[in-house]
């Protein structure tokens, strides 16, 4: 299996050509194929090949002047599904693995002889399955009287990995009894689960105004988390109102 590059390559002088752009999905779904893009300038050089490669090892090559111009190498854990390459790009189309992931993508263009000059960029890509819909709050009563106990159960849709779920009660991460842990469903083809956490919420006798009660389904997944919410107002002695959903990204840079 073709591995990482010598260290002549490694070591080669700096060339004029250069990688324009490298297009790496941040996130990668396991139930779909993730499309790859490098462009890049040649300026006066003549183009003698360009290589993908995932961590160390090399996925796909081109090279123009062979027959046939492009091969693949299917390695552990990923699966080279087709590509097209031209003069000034070259994009190609991975099955990711079916488990949460992370892997470094890199794109390397090389120059013909006698220098054969590199250029290399290189961007990570993490796989998981992300729910197709927002999670449902189900339980809040229509009526709610100081001094009664509310219980609130939280559902996540499949994803992968397994959505862990926290509960916020007035946006200060509630507290919950050690048998309120997010559950998980059996696996679903691909190793999708759903989940779901029960909160149990003691209204006090002095109780007024409105409770503000959010869940978040947060797919641990590196680098960022990704964080799906759903807010619902209680408002005691007044009926539930729901409040708009709210869908964002966590980036940790």
Known sequence: MPIFSTLVEYTAIASAHKITQLKVPLYADSRRAAELSCHFEMDDQKLHS?????????????????????????????????????????TVRVMPPPVATRAAYSCEVSTEGPKFQIARQTKHMTVGAMPDKDPVIVGAAKLVKPGEQILLNCTSDYSLPPSDINWYIDNELARTEPWQRTELSPPQPGGLRASWRILRVPVPASASGALRVRCEAVLLVDPPVVSYCQQIEILLIVKVKISRNLYYFVHDI
């Open 50 to 90: 360009v290589k993908w490669y995932r961590d160390m090892h090399e996925i796909f090559r081109y090279n123009p002047t062979q027959k046939p111009p492009i091969r693949f190498y299917n390695v552990t854990g990923i699966m080279v599904q087709g590509g097209e390459c031209q003069n000034d790009s070259c």
